[in-house]
């Protein structure tokens, strides 16, 4: 999901581990075919992998976003990471969930979503209000968090696109039909510049 905040550059320092070279790695758009391809476990847990988490974040800092999938980097990993942390000076709180699972849900909420890989819409989109994520971390250690909120709702909007599902499936048929011309315009138009 993108943020609200303007990126001033400064959250790409702080709070992450230095040395090693961060690369910027382009996402894809929708309508992109491989945004709709499930990711597959991760079952190897190195250096591979931490240069690509690191990659995802100085990705998803630079957009900026508060939550990036492996599957929008045309991965197909069970891998996505969060930051909810949008407020300036406010510490960075990266967080990192592979082969992640929702095991709880509960409530209603409605959040006016957006998404990386949809540039300029914002949409409305329904969400349980609480969960709870089983999942592994970095090093493949399990981890549990239960949560409400904001980091709620880009949980479940990260782990949807490791389904191959976004947000304008959660759409009702109009809206769904306005997204989907506004963005297949939109890449036509990048394609010819
Ligand atoms: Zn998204």
Redesign the pocket.
Known sequence: ?PSARKNNGSKVLSGLPLGGHRLIRPILFYPDKRLRNPGKEVEEFNAELHQLIDDMAETMYSAPGV?L?AP?LGLSMRLFIVDVATEENEPSDLRVFINPEIIEAEGDTTFNEG????PGIREEVDRAERIKVRALDRDGKPFELEVDGLLAIVIQ??ND?LDGK??IDHLSVLRRRLVHRAMTKRVAVDAAQ
């Open positions: 999901m939550g999938a929008q998404c990386l890989s949809f909007h990260e696109h976004l947000m």
